[in-house]
């Protein structure tokens, strides 16, 4: 089923109090391909606050670079609006469209787009001297903007004489030359190696701390957006499916879908049995089980129950709130934890656990759920 446009819950309770350097408003976008129509965007509203990282999250073909190239001016939406650093910078109903360069924000992408032959330096002086920019002044800043990123020393190689995560620092002294302020990222770190991304992630964290920039910032890596973003708007078919901080969305995902893609879970079916202060009672092939849920249930309703392998604790004895008795099938010790596959009922649960203790094959155990943890939502 097409998924219906989604306008944020409460965009006023949900976004900081500081002032939005980037504003989109009811955005749609949709391509006319000879295959037919794709609605890349169904109504998309955010503000991205002063200072703050908004990461874009979602799978292949969920609009993320649509959304974000609507924003730079590099794609004409079809109806809807964007301010950016307070000026309209798209509107449909009062015909504005400012083209890409009066937009006041840069771009990185992941495929670094430098000039291979431009010197790192001209590669970087580049926005500044299409601006007009004294020479003295653009010499200072360039320097100043390569030692930002651990550069400086490379200033007169090109492109193609460093290595990826080097080219990416370029792309980014690039963008932080011309100090407005505002920074697209489209997946730039997903060309790099783990170890190398994981390096530029955490430096890109401390210049964004130190500099103070603003970023909308597309990725579809988990781990990077809850590392990463201040909030993150988790897209799905072209439509917010819930915004919210990295907490927010992995503790209380608003949908099945959310908490699918944040974190992997455990899915169980059940009905409805009771609803009790707060919490609900499911009816589980495994047994009664106690989650909670934000919507609003009946009693009898087809459910599914959703928790994270982490949020799960094996316990010995007979007894223990909201416990499923359960068989080890497999462990696999992965150094930082052990991660067992286990039976209950012919269903299959994945649980992780820090505990030095490796439980054999076959050996029976209880596994106790956290009430608050086991998020109830409706079958579809
Ligand atoms: N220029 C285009 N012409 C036609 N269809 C397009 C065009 N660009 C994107 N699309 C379609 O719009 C949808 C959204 O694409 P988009 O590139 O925004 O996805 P994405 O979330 O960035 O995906 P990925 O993670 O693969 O980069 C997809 O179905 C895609 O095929
Ligand atoms: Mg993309």
Known sequence: MAAQPTEL???EAAAPAARPRI?????????????????ALRGVSMDVAEGEIMVLLGPSGCGKTTLLRCVAGLEHPDSGEIVVNDRT??????RVSLPPERRDLSMVFQSYA???HMTVFDNVAYPLRTTKVAK?????????????VGLEKYAASYPGQLSGGQQQRVALARALVTNQGVILFDEPLSNLD?????????????????IGFTALYVTHDQTEATGLGDRIAVMEVGSVAQLGSPTDIYYTPSSRYVADFVGSANELHGSVKELTGGHVLVETPVGPLLGST???LTPGQPVRVLFRPEHCRVTAGPEGQNRLQCRVERSMFLGSHVEYLLSAAGERLVLKTMEREILAPGSEVGVCLDP?????????
């Open 23 to 39: 504003s989109v408003r009811g955005l749609t976008k949709t391509y006319h391909t000879r295959r037919g129509e794709v609605a």
């Open 294 to 296: 934000t919507a609003t």
């Open 136 to 148: 003295a002044e653009v010499r200072e800043r360039v320097h100043g903007v390569l030692d930002t």
């Open 372 to 380: 608050a943890m086991a998020r109830v939502f409706p079958a579809e």
């Open 194 to 210: 783990a170890k190398v991304r994981e390096r530029l992630r955490d430096e890109l964290l401390g210049l964004q701390r130190d």
């Open 9 to 11: 819950r409460e965009p």
């Open 89 to 94: 910078a798209f509107s449909s109903a009062e």
């Open 114 to 116: 430098l000039w291979p």
